[in-house]
């Protein structure tokens, strides 16, 4: 209906306003340590990388964001995706995990913060995990939904094969609910995201969380936001991946849809 | 493996249409068909039942927490059910320890909260309805907004809370603003596609009684999205408590997160603990609101759900 053009077109358009909003903004209140233009955020986006003194404290951070991120989410994933799946085909599972999951999952991330840093120190140890459980319960929500609510016309069609208990699940229940575990993961990837920037900013004081609570409090908002700019590139990049894997697992399932 | 899948979901429909109706019939006369045994489906665990089993986990859960407590043995770390309860039970009664002379009372903590947290949601449900069913409903606007909500959907917000609240210049307004944000886009992304794709033919139906645009829009489309929009709803909820709480922990010493940071701060782990009691279960509580509400309003509106 739209083509790629327009859509082009209207996102440069949408961009310009808000640029020049945000710049209007920033002038008028005129207090730039406190709210930052669009041109201030660029030299200071400049100054990360040509700046060797911030670079050299910039490259440690990046490096521990994304370990905790990628490690946080492989840990939910391989963690969430069996428990989904268990709750999802047997009775007993159901009745005994869905209230404490679903318990956990309206948690607020923030709750397991302190508690968790209490375990191990005050390091990316600790988002890794505050990642993985603020991520685990999402991934397991919906794999559970989607192997609940697995067509019973694949299921008896199985059955009335012999299909024995492994061949039913790996053949018939995984791939029938693949979409729902790929909302899954793209929620929990997120989550992991978030969860981690949470960690760092609340108390590891490391990663790029702990270097854009550090400056914002020292009101040095132009670096903050240049910072701001960086993890949502990353975050952008990993859930684009995500995406992209999505469409090569399931483009047949979309196809059968339409 | 693309083509086997299809045939087999293909094959499975032409073969079992006609039983369908036959169990369909059977199912009216005995409850449980036998032949299904293995599906899990059919039987949903009766309220008492689920109860007990969660009672019984519910002990499992406090001597596994007892237990782990009495191996590590160190109270800084992990404190024990028993010191974590009396704890919340001295919170809930304003019975703070002595080193925290500054902090506000409890209950005071609590209220300021849950104001953040509800000013911040009211009006990213006034906001977010509307732009969501605007989205929805013309290919214009969802041209113009999609994309930004795409993008804001992938960063995680949370990371502009300290620069935001500098910008705001810290006020009270600056932490609704914040729950706001956290709140808005799950709102606008539930409620657009709930428009988009819950009207089905309803759309027909309305067009040929000549409905018009507002006739559609109240009697139609927001009765038949509302499932969506409830989702919507909870998942914004859930963010604007997270929003009020970070916050609050990061930038200001008051409310649950500044009870939070100050307990931690004083290493009086059994008060931190209590208060993460005390988090959580309002976070339990307070998301159970959009599904009483949801249930209130689908009293008379059964016959959207079945289409």
């Not at chain 2, 083509?3 to 249409?17: L, V, W």
């Not at chain 2, 919170?91 to 509800?118: C, K, M, S, Y």
């Not at chain 2, 729950?179 to 040929?208: C, E, H, M, P, W």
Request: charged share 15%.
């Amino acid at each position: 209906m739209r083509s790629g053009i327009t859509r082009y077109i209207t996102l440069f358009g949408t961009g310009v306003v808000f640029i020049t909003a945000w710049w209007a903004l920033a002038e008028s209140k005129h207090n730039f340590a406190q709210f930052a233009g669009p041109g201030q955020v660029a030299v200071a986006l400049g100054s990360l990388f040509t700046n060797s003194a911030i670079s050299a404290s910039l490259v440690p951070a990046l490096k521990d964001t994304m370990v905790s991120i990628f490690f946080g989410f492989f840990l939910a994933v391989i963690v969430g995706i069996p428990i989904g799946v268990l709750m999802g085909r047997y009775i007993v599972a159901d009745l005994v995990l869905d209230p404490w999951v679903n318990a956990w999952y309206s948690v607020p991330a923030i709750a397991f913060v302190p508690l968790v840093m209490n375990w191990t120190g005050l390091n990316y140890g600790g988002s890794i995990v505050i990642a993985f459980l603020i991520a685990v319960f999402s991934i397991i929500l919906n794999v559970y939904s989607g192997v609940k609510n697995c067509s019973t016309t694949l299921l008896d069609t199985a059955a009335s094969y012999r299909a024995s208990e492994f061949q039913l699940l790996s053949k018939v229940m995984l791939p029938a609910s693949l979409p729902q575990i790929m909302i899954g993961l793209r929620l929990g990837l997120s989550r992991a995201i978030e969860g981690v920037v949470i960690s760092e900013m609340l108390y590891a004081a490391v990663g790029l969380g702990g270097m854009i609570d550090y400056s914002a409090d020292h009101l040095q908002s132009a670096t903050s936001d240049a910072l701001i700019i960086i993890l949502a590139i990353i975050s952008l990049v990993l859930t684009g991946c995500l995406r992209i894997l999505d469409r090569k697992m399931i483009g047949w399932k979309e196809l059968d849809a339409r | 493996m693309g083509h086997d899948d299809k045939g087999i979901e293909d094959q499975s429909r032409t073969i079992s249409a006609p039983n369908d109706q036959a169990m369909l019939e059977r199912q009216t006369e005995e409850k449980r068909p036998a032949g299904r045994r293995t599906f899990p489906n059919f039987i949903s665990g009766s309220l008492r039942a689920r109860l007990a089993v969660f009672a019984l986990t519910f002990l499992i859960f406090l001597s596994l927490w007892q237990l782990i407590a009495s191996l590590t043995n160190n109270s800084l770390i992990l404190a024990k059910p028993l010191p974590v309860f009396q704890a919340l039970v001295n919170l809930l009664q304003d019975n703070v320890p002595r080193a925290t002379e500054g902090l506000q009372n409890p209950t005071i903590a609590i209220v300021q909260t849950l104001e953040i947290v509800f000013l911040g949601f009211g009006l990213a449900a006034i906001v977010g309805i509307p732009i969501g069913i605007l989205e929805g409903r013309w290919n214009f606007a969802a041209g113009i907004i999609d994309p930004w909500i795409d993008a804001t959907h992938s960063i995680p917000i949370v990371a502009l809370i300290p620069t935001l609240y500098f910008a705001i210049g810290g006020s009270f307004f600056a932490f609704v603003f914040i729950a706001f944000l956290l709140a808005v886009f799950s709102i606008i992304v539930n409620t657009q596609s709930g428009v988009k794709y819950s009207i089905g033919f309803l759309s027909d139906v309305g067009r040929s009684f000549r409905a018009s645009e507002l006739q559609f829009i109240s009697k139609i489309v927001l009765p038949a999205s509302m499932p969506d929009i409830i989702t919507g709803l909870r998942v914004g909820l859930g963010r604007a408590i997270l929003g009020a709480v970070l916050a609050q922990a990061l930038l200001s010493g008051n409310g649950l997160g500044g009870m939070i940071v100050t307990f931690q701060d004083l290493y009086a782990t059994p008060y931190t603990m209590a208060t993460l009691l005390l988090i959580a279960v309002l976070g339990i509580l307070v998301l159970q609101l959009p599904k009483q509400l949801e249930k209130r309003i689908f009293k008379g509106n059964e016959i959207f759900e079945t289409l």
